[in-house]
C-alpha cells in the first residue's frame, strides 16, 4: 500500500498556481500581453489593471501556504482558501470595472 502525503501535494499545487498567476499578472500588466486575457479588445488601462489584480491574486494564493507550514486544520485551511477566493473576486471585478 502506497501511502500519499497530501500535504505536500497542497504545498506544491498552491505554490504553483501563485506562481502561474503573478506571473501572468506580470505580463499582462508590464508587458502589454492583452492578448492573454480572455476578453476581446481590452484596453490598455483595463488590462494594467486586470494584470495588477491578477498579481494580487497570486500573491493572495500565498496565505492558505503560510497555514500549511504550523499545521494549521483542514477546516482552517479551507477557511483561508474561502475568504482567498472571494478576496480574488471582488479584486478582478473592481479591476474590470
Given at each position: 500500500m502506497?501511502?500519499v502525503?497530501f500535504?505536500?501535494?497542497?504545498?506544491?499545487a498552491?505554490?504553483?498556481?501563485a506562481?502561474?498567476?503573478?506571473a501572468l499578472?506580470?505580463?499582462v500588466?508590464?508587458?502589454d500581453?492583452?492578448e492573454?486575457?480572455?476578453t476581446?479588445?481590452?484596453?490598455?488601462?483595463?488590462a494594467?489593471?486586470l494584470?495588477g489584480a491578477?498579481m494580487?491574486?497570486?500573491?493572495?494564493?500565498?496565505l492558505?501556504?503560510v497555514?500549511?507550514?504550523?499545521?494549521?486544520s483542514?477546516s482552517e485551511?479551507?477557511?483561508t482558501a474561502?475568504?482567498?477566493t472571494?478576496?480574488?473576486g471582488l479584486?478582478?471585478?473592481f479591476?474590470y470595472?
Amino acid at each position: 500500500m502506497v501511502v500519499v502525503d497530501f500535504g505536500a501535494a497542497l504545498l506544491v499545487a498552491l505554490g504553483a498556481s501563485a506562481f502561474g498567476t503573478v506571473a501572468l499578472g506580470w505580463l499582462v500588466r508590464y508587458r502589454d500581453r492583452r492578448e492573454l486575457l480572455t476578453t476581446p479588445d481590452v484596453s490598455r488601462e483595463r488590462a494594467r489593471r486586470l494584470g495588477g489584480a491578477a498579481m494580487w491574486t497570486g500573491a493572495l494564493l500565498c496565505l492558505p501556504l503560510v497555514g500549511v507550514l504550523p499545521g494549521a486544520s483542514e477546516s482552517e485551511m479551507a477557511a483561508t482558501a474561502l475568504g482567498v477566493t472571494a478576496a480574488a473576486g471582488l479584486l478582478i471585478a473592481f479591476a474590470y470595472r
